[in-house]
């Protein structure tokens, strides 16, 4: 009976050996895990990223129809966990609690080729850019016909109007943009065009939003003054009459 029993446990031992290996891997594969996740959970709580503004300073800004007369442009530096990450310039519009908007200012070389010394630099006005609070990342926004000296932006929920301008200055157009899309939603040509010497921000005064229903009006000195009602991905031009009976209510 005793030799029966050892020849039955000398056959079960790999069977209970088999056992206890796969129970200490599979224990040890859950300690793994949970420490992993732990430590890829501590390491995004690490991540968190601080986005604030530094101090305003006033620059010397030189259109580039009048390099005479400087202009003073109020830049401040964006920090991105206390290092600058860019410059900017004017209020920054919130699109949502994560991301907010902002126009870029950048400093340029001026610098002649037979220019000898340091180099020669000027400030300039930059596009838009488009910050992640939850990130850090800045990115800039491409924007059709977008002109940084002539074209006056204005930004309502994630939306932005402006008039636009062709590359040679000769076309002038009513834009829409949204941050999702790629292509304007809206972009309908003006009448006018930039003359040579024209002032900064002249393609036409910012445009003007209103909600309820969202409409945005255009109002180009060399045109009549436009309003588009914004539907979704849809535009639609809004008549005198129409644009009278919403202000009569």
Known sequence: MRCNLLRFAGKMMPFALSAFLLSTVFVSTILLSTIFFSTAAG????????????????????????????????VRPLLVDGRIKEYTLGSAHEVTE??????????LNDSLPQDSGVPRWQWQRGGWLLVD???GHVSA???????????????????VAYCGVSDDGKKISAVV??????KPVLKKALAGS?????????????????????????????????TFAIRGRAVDLVSDAEDEEEASK
């Open 43 to 74: 390491a995004a709580a690490a991540k968190t990223h601080i986005i604030t503004f530094g101090k305003t300073m006033p620059v010397k800004w030189f259109s580039p129809n009048d390099e005479t007369e400087p202009r003073i442009l109020k």
């Open 98 to 107: 994560r991301l907010f908007v902002v126009q870029r200012a950048f400093r």
């Open 133 to 135: 609070r939850l990130t």
């Open 141 to 159: 926004i491409n924007l059709a016909e977008f002109d940084s000296t002539y074209s006056a932006a204005s930004w309502y929920r994630d939306y």
């Open 177 to 182: 943009a949204q941050l999702s899309r790629r």
């Open 194 to 226: 930039i003359a040579d010497d024209a002032a900064p921000d002249s393609a036409c005064p910012a445009p003007i939003w209103q909600r309820g229903p969202v409409r945005v009006s255009f109002e180009p000195a060399t045109d009549t003054k436009q």
